[in-house]
Each structure stands twice: as structure tokens, then as C-alpha cells.
């Protein structure tokens, strides 16, 4: 059943809610690889893996995972399916004992020396109430339950949210492992940019419930860059080139998504490179396309 190119197919997939659209969504995660999926809050991130993993149905389209029709194949990829959510789901009251014992009646393939393993890995406590874990814990008894029944595909939503630096490194670094195994994929939505641009192969960005961007990371980095320069420069370059421009008291500095066509045409410029976060917030100032910033602020993920 490894025939399949790519982890996840999502093909015109729409859901619609008052006030909010996924609207016509496209991009693949090729098997072996890990996509970052990025976004502000509230840009349809958790409604397409909510739609992937069919806890809400879409409206049209098509997702396929692991191959396989993620409705009519739904019992057959969950088995092969692991997911990470940014809030831990299992209750307060029971224990990591508890979990090894609940989710080996759930997956065929649940290995309780696996499980262990992490359990030791982690240094989590087998008999302490969940509800005493810190969050950091309850994060690596998530992703060790998740990663115990030799899933194929992980699905994560905001997994490395709020933990601390120390934790979200040692996490990556699991992550990194798990893909070792050329059948394992990933799709990992964060905030964190920087986390992804040290792990990911690829990236999509979604806002406003679409897809802006979505390629490899290296060729999403190189192709965009930030045109700076005085504001007198500035007014000479042509809008349809920019993605958005960040005005400041001291001059301007600009996006473009061709970097080398923009190095050509506007070759007395400085265009340096930039950040899976700089990328971020220019699209999403994109309808603006003009917006003010202090000149010495450094861009915050929105």
C-alpha cells in the first residue's frame, strides 16, 4: 500500500461558513517530506485539516491520503494516520499508563515497546494524573502516543505553540527522526516560522481561507526578496512588481516574488534576501500594498 506519491492531495477543496470561505484550495505534500502550513489565526488553517481529516465535510473538492479517498478509505488512513493538536485531548485524570492501555484497543499496529521508549525518552511519569503534566509534557505525551503505531502520515495543528525553546528543539529533532523512514510525511502548521524553515521541504501559505503560496521552501526563499531603499526609489518602482511595501520615516523596503527579474529591472537597488516571516506579513498587507512600520522594528508574526 506505498504506491502513492504524495502524503496528502488536496484538489479544489471549499468549505463554507457564515462570514468565512475555504475557497478552492490546492497543494500536495510528496511523500517523505514535511510541509510547513502557515497562516495568521483565523486564515483556514484548521479548517483544512479539520476538512482532511473529515471531522468536517467540504462543501467540494477532493482530499486524498495516503493514496486513498479520505471518506470512502476514512477506518483505513486513520489506522495509518497520526495527529497532533495544539490542545491535548486526552483527560486530566488519566495517566500516561492510562494512554498506552486506551490507544493499544485503538491501532492494530500499537507498539507498547515504541510507546515506552518515549515515555522513557521524554522522562514522563507513568503513573502522575495528566492534569499535573506542564504543557511541555503534555506535548511529548501527545506526540508519543502519536508516533507509537507506526503511522505513515502526521498531521499537526500548532503542535510547537507556547512551548519553550528548549522543548520545541528536542520536539523538531523527533520530528526529524520519524522522517528518517522515507514513507513518513508531515504536515505541520505553525506560527513559528523559524521552526520550519530548519525543518520543512516545503511550504503553504494560506490567509484569508487561500493559498497564496506553496512550493519548496528553498525555491519560495530565493525567489522572494526585499527591495530597500529611499522613499525617492521607491516612487520609480512599479506596483505590479511589489507584493506590499513597508513604509518607515527613513525610506522603504519592498517584497517582490521574482527576485532575479526585480535585481534586473531595478539593478541600482539593494534587494536582500528574507524570511518565511517577512513573506508572511507582506502578503498579508497585500491589499493595502503601502503600509507604515518603524524603521528599526523588526516584523512580528501577526
Known amino acids: 500500500m506505498n504506491d502513492y506519491i504524495n502524503a496528502i492531495e488536496i484538489k479544489g477543496v471549499t468549505k463554507k461558513y457564515d462570514g468565512f470561505t475555504l475557497d478552492n484550495i490546492s497543494f500536495d505534500v510528496p511523500r517523505g517530506s514535511i510541509m510547513g502550513f502557515i497562516g495568521q489565526n483565523g486564515a483556514g488553517k484548521t479548517t483544512t485539516i479539520r476538512s482532511i481529516l473529515n471531522i468536517i465535510p467540504i462543501n467540494s473538492g ?19 494516520l497520526a495527529v497532533v493538536f495544539d490542545e491535548l485531548p486526552f483527560h486530566d485524570l488519566f495517566t500516561a499508563r492510562d494512554m498506552g492501555r486506551i490507544f493499544k484497543g485503538l491501532y492494530e499496529k500499537w507498539d507498547d515497546t515504541v510507546y515506552q521508549g518515549y515515555l522513557d525518552r521524554f522522562q514522563l511519569p507513568q503513573k502522575k494524573k495528566i492534569g499535573q503534566f506542564s504543557k511541555g509534557m503534555k506535548m511529548k505525551l501527545q506526540i508519543a502516543c502519536a508516533l507509537s503505531h507506526h503511522a505513515e502520515l502526521l498531521v499537526m495543528d500548532e503542535a510547537t505553540t507556547g512551548l519553550d525553546p528548549v522543548v520545541r528543539s528536542e520536539i523538531l529533532d523527533i520530528f526529524l527522526e520519524y522522517l528518517q523512514d522515507e514513507n513518513h510525511s508531515i504536515l505541520m502548521s505553525s506560527h513559528i516560522t523559524s521552526d520550519l524553515e530548519k525543518i520543512a521541504d516545503s511550504v503553504t501559505f494560506i490567509d484569508r481561507g487561500k493559498i497564496l503560496v506553496s512550493g519548496y521552501k528553498d525555491d519560495v526563499l530565493e525567489n522572494h526578496g526585499v527591495i530597500k531603499c529611499s522613499k525617492a526609489d521607491y516612487k520609480n518602482i512599479d506596483r505590479d512588481d511589489i507584493i506590499s511595501a513597508r513604509l518607515t520615516d527613513f525610506g522603504a523596503e519592498a517584497m517582490v516574488s521574482d527576485r532575479a527579474a526585480a535585481a534586473k529591472k531595478y539593478s541600482g537597488l539593494l534587494i536582500e534576501p528574507t524570511t518565511l516571516e517577512e513573506i ?22 501577526p
Open 62 to 80: 477532493e482530499i486524498r491520503l495516503l493514496g486513498m479517498d479520505h471518506i470512502k478509505q476514512e477506518m483505513e488512513i486513520k489506522e495509518r
Open 280 to 301: 508572511m506579513v507582506y502578503y498579508v498587507h497585500r491589499n493595502m500594498k503601502e503600509w507604515v512600520g518603524s524603521a528599526d522594528s523588526r516584523i512580528a508574526s
